[in-house]
């Protein structure tokens, strides 16, 4: 059973760094690419970046200078780490997998709070 | 960047109703559009991939189909659990984009 878990801090104040964990079971990180995608509150997701099953890595262009997105296969996890955080950053963060023939799995989401 | 533009932003139906909501590239993107169901608290569900593929499970009262820059979602008979939040996403072309969302209420 393909299972996506996000992990990280509810709490980051402006201007720091949000570092997240995406721990994924029931499949390879090396067999199929994860996507990081952000919702602010009442509007639509914003797709943020992806790590490639073969290591590589792609950004929104809107997020790149702030953007990492890294992994750990060895613990079936991908990182993302965005610097600079402004309010405006606020939202769900969700990971999910690129299916084969289309579509995206989707985690349950985590709630990121920027405020002092 | 693709812009996806979805209509109505909100839609106020029945039980029994047949919905067709919208959705507009700004550009051509092929096929490669999947349709998202949205619950309050929840995360997004996959219904529709490649524009009119059907996703495992679910109702086939959800019908996909367009290609290009428009695109429909159908819901051919109303259910009370299909009310949500739909959204559009174009994979056609980096950075994928998601619509605004067409959210459907009870009358």
């Known amino acids: 059973q393909v299972q996506l878990k996000e992990s990280g801090p509810g709490l980051v104040q402006p201007s720091e760094t949000l570092s997240l964990t995406c721990t994924v079971s029931?499949?390879?990180?090396?067999?199929?690419?994860v996507s990081w995608v952000r919702q602010p509150s009442g509007k639509g997701p914003e797709w943020m970046g992806r790590?490639?099953?073969?290591?590589?890595?792609a950004y929104n262009s809107a997020l790149k200078s702030r953007l990492s997105i890294s992994r750990d296969t060895s613990k079936n996890q991908v990182f993302l780490k965005m610097n600079s955080l402004q309010t405006d950053d606020t939202g769900t963060y969700y990971c999910?997998?690129?299916?084969?023939?289309?579509?995206?799995?989707w985690g349950q989401g985590t709630l990121v709070t920027v405020s002092s | 960047n693709t812009v996806m533009t979805q209509s109505p932003t909100s839609m106020f139906i029945s039980v029994g109703d047949r919905v067709t909501m919208n959705c507009k590239a700004s550009?051509?993107?092929?096929?490669?559009v999947d349709w998202y169901q949205q619950k309050t608290g929840q995360s997004p569900k996959l219904l529709i991939y490649?524009?009119?593929n059907r996703y495992t499970g679910v109702p086939d009262r959800f019908t996909g189909s367009g290609s290009g820059t428009d695109f429909t979602l159908t819901i051919s008979n109303m259910q009370a659990e299909d009310l949500a939040v739909y959204y559009c996403?174009?994979?056609?072309?980096?950075?994928?984009?998601f619509g605004g969302g067409t959210k459907l209420e009870l009358k």
């Open positions: 999910t997998r690129e299916r084969y023939s289309g579509g995206l799995d």
């Open positions: 029931g499949f390879s990180l090396t067999s199929y690419s």
């Open positions: 790590m490639w099953y073969d290591g590589d890595t």
């Open positions: 550009q051509n993107v092929g096929t490669n």
């Open positions: 490649g524009a009119s």
């Open positions: 996403l174009q994979y056609n072309y980096n950075p994928w984009t």
